[in-house]
């Protein structure tokens, strides 16, 4: 009976070490059937966007340290930009600065109910680390200098 699982146990090994391709089933998928997948990706971002901002939330927030509890009912999409005040459109072609892009208020909190809101990603990207002391002074700074007559 020993020698029965022995053989069983190298037979196994064998085939494991034989194999040439150690993708998955579903990788070997998704790679002879790369359009339908990226369709179905597509497809699925449009329907349910806040399903894929709390799958993206939880890949950055456990590379940054961060916790993450947020589900999809806790995002809400608006119809326009509270920040910028543009309307905010998903695209078929990735993200566009009219995007919606899930921000955290405070980062250092992470993504927890009641500390992320959906703004462009535009804006998004103006806010970046700065805190909002920086981005005062950057809007004074800029402020100031729209005033002045340029020299040419």
């Not at 359009?35 to 590379?63: I, S, T």
């Not at 916790?67 to 993200?95: F, N, R, S, Y």
């Not at 566009?96 to 535009?122: A, C, F, K, Q, W």
Request: contains cysteine; positive net charge; charged residues 30%.
């Amino acid at each position: 009976m020993l020698a029965l699982r022995a053989c069983k146990a190298t037979e196994s090994s064998a085939n494991l070490a034989s194999r040439s391709n150690p993708m998955t089933r579903q990788q070997r998928w998704r790679q002879k059937n790369r359009d339908a997948d990226l369709a179905r990706k597509r497809e699925d971002h449009r329907k349910n966007p806040e399903k894929q901002m709390v799958r993206g939330a939880r890949k950055r927030a456990k590379a940054a340290g961060v916790p993450c509890t947020i589900t999809a009912a806790d995002i809400h999409i608006p119809m326009v930009c509270p920040a910028l005040g543009v309307p905010l459109a998903i695209g078929d072609e990735g993200w566009t600065p009219n995007s919606p892009s899930l921000d955290r208020v405070r980062p250092e909190l992470g993504y927890v109910p009641g500390n992320v809101v959906v703004i462009s990603h535009r804006a998004n990207a103006i806010k970046q680390n700065a805190s909002l002391e920086e981005l005062r002074r950057v809007a004074e700074w800029f402020s100031a200098l729209s005033s002045l007559e340029r020299i040419e």
